[in-house]
């Protein structure tokens, strides 16, 4: 999991900015995820992508898009139209998608003021 | 789609005992369950896997048993030490659309 790398580690934006979480893996995983982490919630799917210039939505996508156009990059937007977007967003990637361990990226924590 | 559940919420116990965590799940087309240990602050770290052709799989202090007829799947540990203290998730999922659900968690505390 080393591989996986998250940047910023905290990020803080005013309400009604939107805010790009980057998230970038040199294992040349094919799949990638992202997932939204609060308090008491676990880890829910916002989005993933199985190849490069395709991602679905996973269950909690609104308010949030996504592009996959390099195979080792995968990076969320977090639009105004999400209502309450301070959590720790987590990324994670996998060899062969659906079938091989999903590995995360150290986690970026989105506070917004 | 697939629902997770993880019982209990949180579990205290004491040093060099074992602990189990249980969880259910819905769909019976998952094939692969995979278990995950959080420290605060940190990132998920797979810790063990099972997938659906195998009942029983260990690796040192930690098993993880599944049982496909009743959809749950357990994890054991032993001989607990406290930096085993963290959030566990557990989590299923198949091969057929690469989502994986996750549980909710449960904080193991393990006492001096």
């Known amino acids: 999991d080393g591989g996986i790398t998250q940047s910023p580690k905290y990020l803080f934006r005013k309400e009604g900015q939107n805010v790009t979480l980057s998230c970038e893996q040199n294992l040349n995983h094919d799949a990638m995820y992202w997932y939204r982490q609060d308090p008491g919630q676990g880890l829910r799917l916002i989005y993933y992508s199985q190849i490069v210039n395709d991602f679905q939505k996973g269950d909690i996508a609104e308010g949030y898009s996504v592009s996959r156009e390099k195979k080792e990059s995968f990076p969320l937007t977090v639009t105004s139209a999400q209502k309450n977007p301070t959590a720790f967003y987590l990324c994670a990637s996998s060899g062969l998608a659906g079938r091989d361990t999903q590995y995360f990226g150290p986690g970026t924590r989105l506070t917004v003021l | 789609g697939e629902n997770v559940e993880q019982h209990p919420s949180t579990l205290s116990v004491q040093e060099g005992d074992s602990a189990v965590i249980k969880c259910t799940y819905s769909?019976?087309?998952?094939?692969?369950f995979p278990w995950y240990k959080q420290e605060l602050g940190k990132r998920p770290q797979l810790i063990i896997d099972i997938r659906s052709n195998v009942g029983e799989k260990k690796d040192q202090r930690i098993a993880v048993t599944l049982n496909k007829t009743a959809k749950h799947f357990s994890l054991h540990i032993t001989e607990t030490q406290p930096e085993d203290s963290a959030v566990y998730f557990c989590a299923a999922g198949s091969g057929a659309n690469s989502k994986l659900t996750f549980g909710k968690g449960i904080t193991l505390s393990v006492r001096p």
């Open positions: 769909d019976s087309a998952s094939n692969y």
